[in-house]
Structures are given as structure tokens and as C-alpha cells.
């Protein structure tokens, strides 16, 4: 495992924004499949959205057009910015990092994992 910090969470209103930032040391992002997930109250944690190490991006269908994942190779910083936040948006988001450079819908293809950030949109 290696140490993920989020940082980026807070409390908007229905239709604002918010960019989680997921900082890294010690791997190549490039190298791997990196993603977030997130967990709202009494619901499995979720796959948001994830980038592998050839680019391939996927998003969930309830974010798609709303979320965009990004990641800058040289800061080893990866990005999830939110528009159009609803309320059903509210949840703890965690960065993740996979096992490889392919992405799964399995949290057990993930080791490393932040400690998460609090998103909490109002109506």
C-alpha cells in the first residue's frame, strides 16, 4: 500500500462544483489505475470514475457528463471535478489505487485507498 491524500471536500449547494485533488508519493501514476470511488449513508461504495494506465476512462452512469477525471503525471496528483452536484452526490469520496494498469469494477482489484473526503450537497 502506498499513502493517498484527498483533499477537496466540502458542503455546496444543488448545482455547484467542487474538485477533489488526490496527492501521491513513492509510484508513477502512469503506471497504474487509479479512480475514485465513493460511499454514501447505508450504500456500498461505488465506482466513480477511473483512469488506467492506457487512458481508458470510465465513469459511472449516474456522473457521466458531470464528473471529470484527471490526473497530472508530474505532480502525481489525481483530479475528480464535480458540476452540476446534486444532493444525490452526497457521499465520502476515496481515491483508490488498482493492483495494475487495468481497471475493475471490483474493490478488491484496489490497495490503496485514502482515507476520504466529505462531499455534502444541499438542496
Known amino acids: 500500500q502506498v499513502p493517498l491524500v484527498e483533499s477537496g471536500g466540502g458542503s455546496v449547494q444543488a448545482g455547484g462544483s467542487l474538485r477533489l485533488s488526490c496527492a501521491a508519493s513513492g509510484f508513477t501514476y502512469s503506471t497504474y489505475c487509479m479512480g475514485w470511488f465513493r460511499q454514501g449513508p447505508g450504500r456500498e461504495r461505488e465506482r466513480v470514475a477511473t483512469?488506467?494506465?492506457?487512458?481508458?476512462?470510465f465513469y459511472a452512469g449516474s456522473v457521466e457528463g458531470r464528473f471529470t477525471i484527471s490526473q497530472d503525471n508530474a505532480k502525481n496528483t489525481l483530479y475528480l471535478q464535480m458540476n452540476s452536484l446534486k444532493t444525490e452526490d452526497t457521499a465520502m469520496y476515496y481515491c483508490?489505487?488498482?493492483?495494475?494498469?487495468?481497471?475493475?469494477?471490483?474493490?478488491?482489484?484496489?490497495?490503496?485507498w485514502g482515507q476520504g473526503t466529505q462531499v455534502t450537497v444541499s438542496s
Open positions: 483512469i488506467s494506465r492506457y487512458n481508458s476512462i
Open positions: 483508490a489505487r488498482g493492483r495494475g494498469g487495468y481497471c475493475t469494477t471490483s474493490l478488491a482489484d484496489y490497495n490503496s
